[in-house]
């Protein structure tokens, strides 16, 4: 059990559009059935999450920050498109030095060119892409599992 564990659940921007926005990409399932997959997931396991998703830049920063001040465990973040484009996020990643874990629920590797860059990558842990939402549990359950590493090490 992974008791007092506390996660933030970051998703950026159109995620909110899942279920809607290009389902051969994303698939079906809308982000409240994410969401409520994700929390009974985490319930499981003891974990508190916390998820949250903007479709703006500075939100997602301000989240990244308060993850560090409310003393959370770890960040499992899709960034969306700002993957591809924001020294911002990398940054805030990098202030809080918690663990994060990257997820993308498409293959970014085999889409566009200005997919294949993630400013975050270097700021995380680990990147998991075009497991689908499924990406999102393996993350909570790497970041589960690196906790439970560090305790026997203590
Ligand atoms: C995405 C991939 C990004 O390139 C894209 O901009 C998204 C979703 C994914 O989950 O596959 O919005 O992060």
Known sequence: METGMKLYILNGP????????EPALYGNTTYAALIEMIEAHCKQK???AICLQSNHE????DWIQEAYFEGADGIVINPGAYTHTSIAL???????NLPAVEVHISNVAEREAFRQISYLR???VKTIVGHGIGGYLEAIDYLAD???DSFVCE
């Open 14 to 21: 159109n995620l909110n559009m899942l279920g809607i926005r």
């Open 46 to 48: 003891e974990i508190e």
């Open 58 to 61: 500075g939100q997602l920063v």
């Open 90 to 96: 990398l940054d805030a990643l990098k202030s809080t």
């Open 122 to 124: 270097v700021a995380c």
């Open 146 to 148: 690196l906790r439970k």
